[in-house]
C-alpha cells in the first residue's frame, strides 16, 4: 500500500510538470505570436471545459459523486477565482520582476499560515531547501523591482488569497474525504462562472482591448482548444498533488516548473540567457532536491514511529486489563457460583488449594 501511495504520488508530481509546462509553451505561442492576451477570460474558459471532461467522465462512471456542504464549496470556489484574478492583476500592475517575488512570497506565506493556524511544524532542513530553492528562483528569474502603491497592494491580496486557497485545497480533501477529482468537479463551475464574469473587465482593464471583438481566425482557435484541453490535466493533477502532499509541496513543485521553463526557452527556442539565469536554476534545483529528502526522510520518521506508538498503546491496554483483573482478583476471590478464582491467594497451586471448593 506504502508503494502504490509513493507511485501515485510521483504520478501526480509527473503529470503535474508535463502538462503546465505543455500549456505554457501552448499559451505562450498564443499571447505572443498570435495576440491573444486575455488571460483571465481564457482561464474560464479551461474551467468550464474541465467541468465537461469530468463530467463526460462522471456519466461513463470513472468517478463517484459526492457532494458535500455547498457554503464550503462556494467559499473555496469563488476564493479560487478571485486569487487568479489577482495574479493577473498584479502581473499587470506591476514589473515582471516584483511579480516574480510576489509568487515566490506565497511559499513563505503558506508555511506561516500553516504553523500558526494548524500548528504544522517545518523542521530545519525542510525551512533550509525552501531558503535555497527560493533564493535560487530569485536569481534566475527577478530582474527589476518597480515598486507602486496599487500594484503592491494587489500583490498583497493575491498572495494571501492564493495561500489560503490551496491550504483549503487540501484541508477540504481530507475533512470532507472527497478526492481530488470529486473536488474539482463541484468547484469548477463556480470558479468557471466567477472568471467569466470578471475575466472581461479584467482583461480589458490591463490590455485595453475586448475580448469578444478579437480576430478568431483558425490558427487562434486551434490554440484555445489545445490549451483548453490541456488545462483539464493542469487543473486535475493541481488538486491531485495538494491532496496528495501539501499546498507548500505544490509551490515548491511550482518553482521547479519555473525554471524547466527558462531552461526549455533556452534550449529550443533560443531565448537570451545569462550565467545568472544558469546559476539560478542550478541552485533551485538543488533546493528542490533536498526538500524531496527532507521530505521523504520525515515520511520514514512517521512511518517507523506509527508502528512504536501502537505498540506502546497495545502495552498499554494489556497491562490496564492486567491490573483490572488484579483488582477483581483481590476485591471478589469467590466466582457467582461460590467457587474460588484462580490467581486469587485462595487459589494458589502452591498452597494445594487449586480445587473449586463449594459452600
Known sequence: MAEKGGLGTIGALGLSVISSVAIVICNKT?????????????????LAVTFCSLHVARSLKLFEHKPFDL????GFAVLNGISIGLLNLSLGFNSVGFYQMTKLAII?????????????????????????LLFGVGVATVTDLQLNFLGSVISCLAIVTTCVAQIMTNTIQKRFKVSSTQLLYQSAPYQAATL??????????????NVFSFDYNSFVLFFIVLSCLISVSVNFSTFLVIGKT?????????????????AFGYILLK??????????????????????????LESQQKAEELPVSSSQVLKEDVLS??????????SDPLLEDGSIKVGSPWGSNKTGFGKDLRA
Request: charged share 10%; glycine share 6%.
Open 71 to 74: 457554503r464550503t464549496l462556494f
Open 108 to 132: 513563505p506565506c503558506t508555511v506561516l499560515l500553516e504553523t500558526v493556524f494548524y500548528r504544522k511544524r517545518f523542521s530545519q532542513r525542510v525551512q533550509f531547501s525552501i531558503a535555497l
Open 30 to 46: 498564443l499571447i505572443t505570436t498570435l495576440g491573444f492576451c486575455f488571460a483571465t477570460t481564457l482561464t474560464s474558459w479551461h
Open 271 to 296: 531565448n537570451p540567457f545569462s550565467w545568472r539565469n544558469i546559476c539560478g536554476i542550478l541552485i533551485a534545483v538543488i533546493g528542490m532536491g533536498l526538500y524531496s529528502y527532507a521530505c521523504v
Open 321 to 330: 486489563v492486567s491490573l483490572d483483573t488484579d483488582e477483581v482478583s483481590e
Open 196 to 209: 467569466f464574469v470578471s475575466g472581461p473587465f479584467l482583461d480589458a482593464a490591463l490590455t485595453n482591448r
Open 246 to 262: 501539501s499546498a507548500v509541496t505544490y509551490q515548491v513543485l511550482g518553482h521547479l516548473k519555473t525554471c524547466l521553463v527558462l
